[in-house]
């Protein structure tokens, strides 16, 4: 066991020592094409060696079982995105040099959050010893999600920005509570149909021709579920009204093995996407805009049609890291993150990006294919389906395959909420695999 132990995490390292150095690449193209201006520093740098290092200490310490290509990957794409984000705040500098102007630097601000982030994922695996234990928290995890929702709509405390009612602000921080609430509510889920998967897959009731479990069963999680979706439409978040209607459709799949639930979800979202139609008149505007950009250009669809162009422009292999006009698109380093890369590092640097995330996303089903108790499985598998529908949205928002949402790509775009929720999903993907690897082990121990 101790030879498998460390072996895994003697892969992490070597993983985690081409992932740094990948990143310095990038990091001296984007220099070197912007003439080193406003350089990231060599103690950032080294700040940013050290924390991967610790955290990969914590990890062959606290969690010497998990998965090894978790982290790695997720470092990667973080430190990519760190790359970028610096590239478009060098644009922002010329840009703001020429005209006289102020302008304020993300990148910091991002090192800062993915500190945080690396501190946290630490935390998490020292304090969630064993991931069977968020169990008992089913419902404090339901009334926790609920209430993380609901923040935003306080009069003191909620705050609008760009027309969705999504943040808190006390003073000069802001925080964005739905991101934490895609951590919190998996876990209501996965602890709710774990004690009841086989009331709600066996004992059936026929609605409209249709078997349905009793509504006592289903009652508590359908109830979360739709107020969860009610607050989110009023707050006029559809991205992730999207996202959990989308998680709780897939889990319950997951928990019975029914195809009723897809076919049955499939329709409800069809119907209710029909109604939103109807009421709200922004849904309405991003429905023409995504069957039609071009002749809004200017208006309306001037960030889609932006993105496209610069998808465009990258061709087959890209301009190259700090050689195109990413710049040009509203929000590159946010929402629109995904067009800068595919503008500087072309079809192919764009696959590359999808892959890891495809990765990332197969080894944490494979996690859930792994783990033997309930709870972990169905943990496991909400959060890849968290990870898989919001790269699905981001993807096919940006590339016209489907209408924007507002979502942000995970780990690559600024923004210190989304990222620490990330990193929090990816630490307790690494302890369910400890344990479970752990306990399925010729010579495991019951925990």
């Known amino acids: 066991m101790k030879v498998f132990t460390a072996r895994k995490r003697n892969i992490e390292l070597i ?32 700040v940013v060696i050290a924390m991967v290092l610790i955290a990969h200490l914590a990890i062959r310490v606290f969690a010497p079982f998990a998965d090894q290509f978790l982290f790695p990957l997720a470092v990667l794409l ?28 993300e990148a910091s601000s991002q090192l800062i959050w993915f500190a945080i982030g690396i501190l946290l994922l630490i935390a998490t695996l020292v304090i969630v010893k064993d991931h069977r ?11 926790a999600g609920l209430v993380l929702l609901l923040l935003p709509m306080l009069p003191i405390l909620g705050a609008s920005i760009n027309g969705a009612r999504l ?4 003073g000069s921080l802001s925080f964005q ?28 009731e026929k609605w409209a021709g249709i078997g349905l479990p009793r509504a006592k069963d289903l009652g508590p999680i359908v109830s979360a579920w739709a107020i969860s979706l009610l ?12 996202l959990f209607f989308g998680l709780f459709v897939g889990m319950l799949y997951v928990a019975t093995g029914q195809r009723t639930w897809l076919a049955l979800g499939g329709l409800l979202f069809l119907s209710g996407a029909f109604i939103a139609y109807q009421l709200f008149s922004h849904v309405k505007l991003r429905t023409m805009v995504w069957l039609d950009p071009f002749p809004y250009a200017l208006n309306e669809s001037y960030q889609l049609v932006q993105g496209l162009y610069g998808f465009a422009s990258g061709g087959l292999f890209g301009r190259g890291l700090g050689q195109g006009y990413s710049w040009l698109v509203p929000y590159a380093k946010s929402d629109f993150i995904l067009s800068a890369f ?15 995330y495809a990765f990332i996303v197969q080894r944490t089903l494979r996690t859930s294919l792994m783990t033997k108790d309930d709870f972990g499985k169905l943990l496991s598998a ?49 302890r369910i695999s400890h344990t479970s690897t752990l306990l399925s082990a010729p010579s495991g121990r019951q925990l």
């Open 382 to 430: 909400g959060l890849a389906i968290v990870l898989g529908l919001q790269l699905f949205v981001v993807f096919g928002g940006v590339t016209r395959l489907i209408p924007l949402t507002g979502l942000t790509t995970p780990f690559l775009a600024a923004g210190g909420s989304a990222l620490i929720a990330n990193w929090i999903m990816i630490a307790l993907v690494l």
């Open 15 to 46: 993983l985690l020592a081409c992932v740094l150095g990948i990143s310095r690449l990038a990091l001296y193209l984007v220099e070197n094409a912007t003439a080193f201006r406003s350089p990231i520093s060599a103690s950032q740098i080294y």
């Open 342 to 356: 595919g503008e500087e590092l072309g079809y192919v640097g764009l696959i590359a990006i999808t892959f890891i």
């Open 78 to 105: 973080n430190l990519l995105g760190i790359v970028m984000i610096h590239r478009l705040d060098i644009a922002d500098e010329v840009r703001a040099a020429a005209s006289q102007s102020t302008f304020s630097t």
């Open 177 to 204: 509570p739905a991101e934490v609430a895609k951590i919190v509510l998996p876990i209501f889920f996965a602890g709710y149909l774990a004690r009841n998967r086989n009331s709600i897959a066996s004992v059936r």
């Open 167 to 170: 943040w808190i602000r006390i």
């Open 231 to 242: 607050v989110l439409i009023s707050q006029r978040d559809l991205g992730t009204s999207l």
């Open 133 to 143: 234990r968020l169990q008992r928290y089913t419902f404090t995890a339901m009334v």
